[in-house]
């Protein structure tokens, strides 16, 4: 098995695995019980909390744990609009954003909200000027990813934050695939609420984080309620494993960053220099300068992908679009939101390298692309 689908998940270092062990185990204490092993699995959060806030530069009050990135989206953004509905209800996202973001708009819509869903350029990325336009009187959220997961391009981050700061908006961001692959400083970035998920950085799955600029004087509301976990935000016994994991993986994603990031950026150009010798005319998808070093996302034309993915067989893990919109059988909307023709999106493929891919994995995988029919 070569698993180049690290964009859909990732697997578990085993250092996580390590150190979620004993809380799976002995260390089964509820983190709300008055006694040892209560105290022991509060104290193990609590460290996973600064963990956390540490490598954002924020306070550990600031992060709430939740289920992954799908429930982290949901709760900024039906909660930040919530919380402003009094100001106005108009949203600005952008066509190509996950599917938590997406779907949680439109459900928004049916609540009376409005939503621009802007068009990225041909690179991939939103331009500030389309933002401003968009911008009305009664906006009052803006929600735009970090790192795509289809084409792995970055947004402008810090400039859209400036833009929704000078408006007195507030700005969600989803930074599930840019977590251990960018450097994340919410200050520096000026982000209101960012979503955060385990398995998408070689922790475990059914965990993740959002991010709540000044949590405490914030007027969200919860959409989970129950026994007051999370400072009120989110109520549910903590996931005290998952937590733990969420915050080593962190930890190690922090401190591999910078390395992993130039030894990941060789393989996929390794990678690339072989895909153009078996295949000259095909094309990447998006800009290649602002993008993650793990992406690649690739057009085959007239080769459709899942002709490609049969021929290269099963034991070579990539996909044709986010894994979660495999379900529909529709040609990915972020390809065509960058503005790809059905025929030409339904002919790519993603590629996604990650930590425990090598060199001679990469070498191994580009000899079976020869099997593919041209
Ligand atoms: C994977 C992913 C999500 C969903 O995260 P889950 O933890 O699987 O719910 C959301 N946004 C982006 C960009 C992702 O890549």
């Known amino acids: ?10 697997p578990l ?16 204490g509820n983190p ?28 550990p009050k600031e992060i709430i744990f939740t ?27 952008s066509q190509i954003e996950h599917s938590s973001v997406l779907d949680t708009c439109r459900a928004l819509e049916d609540e009376g909200f409005s939503v621009t869903y802007l068009r990225p350029n041909q690179a991939g990325l939103i331009e500030i000027a389309k933002i401003t336009e968009a911008i009305r009187q009664d906006t009052i959220l803006l929600s735009f990813m970090l790192v795509n997961n289809e084409i792995g391009t970055i947004n402008p981050i810090a400039e859209i934050s400036a833009l929704a700061k000078e408006h007195g908006i ?22 209101d609420l960012m979503s955060f998920t385990a398995h998408k950085i070689y922790g475990p799955k059914g965990v993740g984080a959002l991010y709540i600029r000044n949590a ?15 400072f009120g935000f989110r109520s549910g016994t903590l996931n005290v494993p998952g937590i733990v994991g969420l915050g080593t993986a ?34 990447v998808n998006g800009c290649l300068k602002r993008r993650v070093a793990g992406n690649l996302n690739v057009a085959f034309p007239g080769l459709p992908a899942e002709e490609i993915m049969l ?44 930590r425990f891919n090598t060199l001679e994995e990469i070498k191994e995988f580009g000899i079976n692309w020869v099997l593919v029919p041209k």
């Open 1 to 10: 098995m070569i698993y180049l689908d690290n964009h859909a998940t990732t």
């Open 13 to 28: 270092d085993p250092i996580v695995l390590d150190a979620m062990m004993p809380f799976l185990t002995g260390a089964f």
């Open 32 to 59: 709300g019980s008055k006694h040892l092993l209560g105290y022991q699995a509060r104290d193990a959060v609590q460290k996973a909390r600064r963990q956390i806030a540490e490598c954002l530069g924020c306070h």
């Open 67 to 93: 289920s992954g990135a799908t429930e982290s989206n949901n709760l900024a953004v039906k909660s930040g609009c919530m919380s402003r509905a009094h100001v106005g209800r108009h949203i600005i996202t």
């Open 170 to 191: 507030l700005f969600h961001c989803d930074a599930a695939q840019g977590l251990g692959r960018l450097p994340i400083d919410v200050d520096t970035l000026g982000v």
């Open 216 to 230: 405490a004087n914030s007027l969200l509301k919860p959409l989970q309620h129950g026994g007051g976990q999370e």
């Open 250 to 283: 962190v930890l190690i994603a922090m401190q591999k960053r910078e390395t992993e990031t130039a030894r990941i950026l060789l393989l996929r150009e390794a990678l690339h220099k072989q895909l153009l010798e078996v295949f000259p005319h095909c094309v």
């Open 311 to 354: 021929a290269i067989g099963p034991s070579l893990a990539v996909s044709t679009s986010a894994a979660c919109m495999q379900a529909s059988a529709s040609a990915s909307h972020v390809l065509q939101g960058i503005g790809l023709s059905d025929d030409l999106a339904n002919a790519s493929i993603r590629f996604g390298i990650g």
